[in-house]
């Protein structure tokens, strides 16, 4: 919490380095000069070093999914511009992470226009983020939903039309701090992650839990669907039954692993940040800020890097390459 007026801050012991609950997202006083440039900085926290690290890895493997698909004509379907926008917000988040480590310690002295810039990118992105994965869950429900007329439907310039609402929308989330939604000038008023206010962090993580909700029960429907459309096809196709039972366990293996990935990183995050305030121990809050930024350097490798044709794309990108794929149709099994 912040400190009476004319007592010396204490140092914490914890890791973290501001004055409170955790790292700030854009910044803040903590480990910088005083605004008159007279005080020494702040030994650098090894968690925000952590995250710096962990920002440059994202941005430079999101980065890298981004130029396969750029560069490679034949991924131009609506499924791959959601991978994109993933890999593109992932890509932002990693960048701001890297520019908030600069901002706070780096930039003498210290600017309120940067720290709240910095806290509307990372927000933005995160934000973008989330929504993009929510997109992607919508898809391949549609995909297997509506599989006859999925095709037809879902084009490109829809794809593309949707894809560019829902970011408007993210930036409008990251231009929150720069209109108001920080607490530079009430201290008392900081979440575990400062700029933002408690209540603002309240609603972010309220959201972010229902999206989560929507997102599982989505992939419950996605279950239930393989299962009937593999029970079906080994009906009427005895031959295949053993080939269709291990492409509807790989898509369930695979629906698995993107759950509780995203849950082990993130949820744990959305629920402290509804619960506690600047007072607790930084440590807290770093320990598990760093897990949710790490779901951004795990999801290229569920979303991107174990799909077929992104896996050929860069075989070739890389030494003139490619894997031989399996000729075998992709089924609505194949989540």
Not at 139 to 149: E, F, K, P
């Amino acid at each position: 919490g912040p400190h009476r007026a004319g007592s010396a801050p204490t140092p914490k012991s914890s890791g973290g380095t501001n004055d409170g609950g955790g790292p700030d997202l854009g910044g803040g006083p903590a480990g910088t000069a005083a605004p008159g440039g007279g005080g020494p900085a702040a030994a650098v926290s090894p968690w925000d070093i952590a995250l710096c690290a962990t920002g440059t890895a994202v941005a430079g493997e999101n980065a890298l999914v981004l130029a396969v698909l750029f560069y490679t004509p034949s991924l131009r379907a609506p499924s791959f511009v959601l991978i994109g926008s993933l890999a593109l917000a992932d890509l932002l988040a990693g960048l701001g992470l890297v520019g908030n480590f600069a901002v706070r310690y780096l930039l003498r002295p210290p600017s309120e226009a940067a720290e709240l810039g910095a806290a509307g990118l990372l927000l933005a992105a995160f934000s973008a983020s989330v929504c993009s994965l929510l997109a992607i869950t919508v898809d391949r429900y549609l995909s297997l939903y509506n599989a006859l007329t999925y095709h037809s439907e879902r084009t490109l310039g829809f794809t593309c039309g949707a894809v560019l609402l829902m970011w408007l929308l993210c930036l409008g989330v990251g231009l929150l701090p720069p209109l108001g939604w920080h607490c530079l000038r009430d201290q008392s008023a900081c979440s575990v992650l400062r700029p933002v206010t408690k209540d603002n962090a309240a609603v972010l993580a309220v959201t972010f839990l229902l999206l989560f909700a929507l997102m599982m029960q989505l992939y419950l429907q996605i279950c239930k669907i393989a299962f009937r459309h593999a029970q079906q096809i080994a009906v009427q196709h005895q031959f295949i039954a053993t080939a269709q039972a291990t492409s509807t366990r790989k898509g369930l293996s695979t629906l698995s692993l993107i759950l509780g990935t995203f849950a082990l990183c993130w949820i744990p995050f959305a629920i402290y940040s509804l619960v506690a305030d600047s007072s607790y121990p930084a440590v807290y809050t770093y320990s598990l800020a760093l897990p949710a930024a790490c779901n951004s350097l795990i999801n290229p490798i569920i979303y991107a890097f174990r799909n077929p044709d992104i896996q050929k794309s860069l075989w070739l990108a890389c030494c003139g390459c490619g894997p031989a794929l399996s000729s075998r149709p992709r089924t609505s099994s194949d989540v």
